[in-house]
Every structure is written in C-alpha cells, then in structure tokens.
C-alpha cells in the first residue's frame, strides 16, 4: 500500500519562496515516477513537475519553468518542490502524485497514487 503525504504549504507574499515535501511509504523507490499538480477553485487539475524514478530527467509546465524546482531523495523516500518567485496566480493546493515505473508522467490521469494536497496561498 502506497501513501504519500505532503507538507510546506502556507501564505507567502509575491515574490516570496516556499519548499514543499512529500515523504512516500509503500514505493520501490528504483522504479517509482514522482510528480506535482495544483488545483485552484472551479478549475481542472494541471500538471506542475515530473520527475523520473532515478532523478534523471525533469519536466515543468511552462507556468512554472525556470521559478520552480523538483528534486527527490530517494534514501530518505521524500519528493521536494521548492517554489521561488511566486506569483498569486500560482495558488492552489498541490498535490504529490506517484505511479510504479521509471518513465516520468505529466499526465494526472497517469497517477496511481495521490497525496492529500497542501495548500499554497500567494498575497499580491
């Protein structure tokens, strides 16, 4: 059984930085794609950060390319995002997500697993 749960969301003002984790139990590690959505009010869930099994390759939407940061540590089996130069419109709860394989996913109708989501809250 797989859980994911997540933590370092908070309310930061724009420009401001956050780190958020997600320690995992129940993954094989070498062979466990990692990845992070968001989700605002009255919108669809969308893609943020994917990470393959071994940390090798990284994707990013474009909202958040070159201000965000996925990273993994697979010996302490935690899953990180480190969010710099926020801006309000990247508020949402985002959630860590998981499927068994190696090849990163950026898709959320490709998760297996879900976190319980983490709220982000960005002050203009």
């Known amino acids: 059984q797989v859980q994911l749960v997540e933590s370092g969301g908070g309310l930061v003002q724009a420009g401001g930085s956050l780190k958020l984790s997600c320690v995992a139990s129940g993954l094989t590690w070498n062979n466990g794609a990692m990845s992070w959505f968001r989700q605002a009010p009255g919108k669809e869930r969308e893609f943020v950060a994917a990470?393959?099994?071994?940390?090798?390759?990284?994707y990013y939407s474009e909202a958040v390319k070159g201000r965000f940061i996925i990273s993994r540590d697979n010996a302490r089996n935690t899953l990180y995002l480190r969010m710099n130069s926020l801006k309000p419109e990247d508020t949402a709860v985002y959630y860590c997500?998981?499927?068994?394989?190696?090849?990163?996913?950026?898709?959320?109708?490709?998760?297996?697993?879900w976190g319980q989501g983490t709220q982000v809250t960005v002050s203009s």
């Open positions: 997500a998981a499927r068994r394989g190696q090849v990163a996913f950026t898709s959320h109708m490709n998760s297996n697993y």
């Open positions: 990470m393959d099994s071994v940390g090798r390759i990284t």
